[in-house]
């Protein structure tokens, strides 16, 4: 699998931008791009994922380097609640079989 | 949203006792769930996928005889710690794909295991 370098930890003021980077430079054609956030003591919850294309949900967005080799998840108003690892993954398309390979992740703080 | 739910949340065994975890998905159909162990202060681990119907597919150095896994039905997985020891104390996590091809990737609340 490619792997994903993210920094261990970042800081964020509440109701300011947050821009999460990874570097993927391995990443093949068909790799997805995923961002996962688990909160303390609970299972990861899905963010977001793209291809190429930048990607923009409810939630957060998504901006992919134009070489695919780096990707920036945007948290446009932090809040206390966005406390969390933030995951980058990569994983190829299509079935239901395909797995998700976890790094370290950022720990993304949020001071009030 | 697609919602995977987990039971126990937490459980407390003896040394050498079996646990069971069951992980269901509450709204959709899941042939395919995954199962995640993650120690204190550590990324997930992937342990195995589980497949409906078949046997579970485990990642390299995780015991199949230790952590037994069973995909009954497409609604259901369970993991079976046997012979629990102090060292399988950890959180366990499922996961389910809500639909081939969307990418996305549902997670339940998690079982933590502390084994005595």
């Known amino acids: 699998d490619a792997k994903t370098t993210q920094p261990n930890s970042m800081e964020s003021n509440e109701e300011e931008p947050v821009h999460l980077p990874c570097n993927h430079s391995?990443?093949?054609?068909?790799?997805?791009i995923h961002w996962y956030r688990q909160l303390p003591s609970q299972g990861p919850e899905y963010v977001i994922h793209?291809?190429?294309s930048n990607v923009n949900n409810r939630m957060a967005s998504l901006a992919i380097a134009e070489d695919r080799k780096s990707s920036t998840l945007i948290l446009h108003r932090a809040t206390l609640r966005d406390a969390a690892v933030y995951y980058c993954?990569?994983?190829?398309?299509?079935?239901?079989?395909?797995?998700?390979?976890f790094g370290k992740g950022t720990l993304l703080t949020v001071n009030p | 949203g697609a919602v995977v739910s987990q039971h126990p949340s937490w459980v407390i065994c003896k040394s050498g006792t079996s646990v069971k975890i069951e992980c269901r998905s509450l709204?959709?159909?899941?042939?395919?769930m995954f199962w995640y162990r993650q120690f204190p202060k550590q990324s997930l681990m992937l342990m195995a996928t589980?497949?409906?119907?078949?046997?579970?597919?485990?990642e390299q150095g995780v015991e199949k005889d230790k952590f037994l896994i069973n995909h009954a039905s497409l609604t259901l997985s369970t993991l079976t710690v046997t012979s629990a020891h102090p060292e399988d104390s950890s959180f366990y996590i499922c996961?389910?794909?809500?639909?081939?091809?969307?990418?996305?990737?549902?997670f339940g609340e998690g079982s933590r295991l502390t084994v005595l």
């Open positions: 996961s389910a794909r809500g639909q081939v091809g969307t990418g996305e990737l549902f």
């Open positions: 391995t990443i093949s054609g068909t790799d997805y």
């Open positions: 793209g291809l190429t």
């Open positions: 993954i990569l994983s190829r398309s299509g079935g239901s079989n395909y797995k998700l390979t």
């Open positions: 709204d959709f159909q899941a042939t395919t």
């Open positions: 589980s497949n409906e119907g078949s046997k579970a597919t485990y």
